[in-house]
């Protein structure tokens, strides 16, 4: 069964609001590069889904805008072509490379592991959320920033149950920023 990593930015004090950490730089770029093109698929919440499509979806133009600097265009790149789903029962249809996942959340994600490959690999809020309440969450890998927020949404506000982690890696950037890697550890009843 191949693993279901969820990997967010979050600042010291648990805000995963995108615009609450630090701006991309260089060295954060290449490493989210990496880890899009380990994933075999992508799996988005429609409000994440819409957020990533309206950044890094290519224009139909085949360029990409001028305001995107050189060193985010193998992000962008790497983000464009990769295969994406979408949970969302509100959404009629989805394009940039993705399906609608419907119905029974646990059911439909247990399919996709099942699948042959390397991994699958989820960002957001609400629906990591929802994969942890049950318990399919492989691997978490938090990029925490040097910065207080002070507001906005944290990292998995309102889980049910403590979910305790073990440290399997942990990297220093050169701008502050470490990312650090856990898995699940089963606790003794």
């Known amino acids: 069964m191949k693993p279901l990593r969820y990997s967010i930015n979050v600042t010291l004090d648990g805000c995963c609001h995108h615009e609450a950490g630090l701006p991309p ?23 994440t889904y819409e957020m ?37 029962n ?20 247990q399919q996709l592991k099942q699948e042959p490959g390397e991994g699958l690999w ?18 978490y890998e938090f990029l925490v920033h040097p910065v207080i927020a002070g507001h906005g949404p944290t990292l998995l506000a309102g889980l049910r149950e403590r979910i305790q982690l073990e440290l399997v890696d942990r990297h220093e950037f050169g701008s502050g920023v470490v990312s650090v890697r856990y898995l699940p550890r089963e606790v003794a009843a």
């Not at 499509?53 to 085949?62: I, L, R, Y």
């Not at 009629?92 to 119905?103: F, H, Q, Y």
């Open 25 to 47: 730089d260089e060295e954060s770029m290449r490493y989210w590069t990496a880890q899009m093109e380990q994933a075999d698929a992508l799996l988005f919440g429609r409000v």
């Open 90 to 109: 509100t959404l009629s249809g989805v394009d940039w490379n993705a399906e609608l996942v419907r119905g029974d959340l646990a059911h439909a994600v």
């Open 122 to 139: 989820v960002g957001g809020v609400t629906l990591p959320l929802a994969l942890a309440d049950l318990g399919l969450i492989d691997e």
């Open 52 to 88: 990533m499509a309206s950044a890094w979806q290519k224009p139909t133009t085949g360029a990409w805008p001028d305001r995107m600097e050189e060193w985010q265009k193998p992000f962008a790149d790497t983000i464009d072509q990769a295969k994406k789903y979408v949970v969302s």
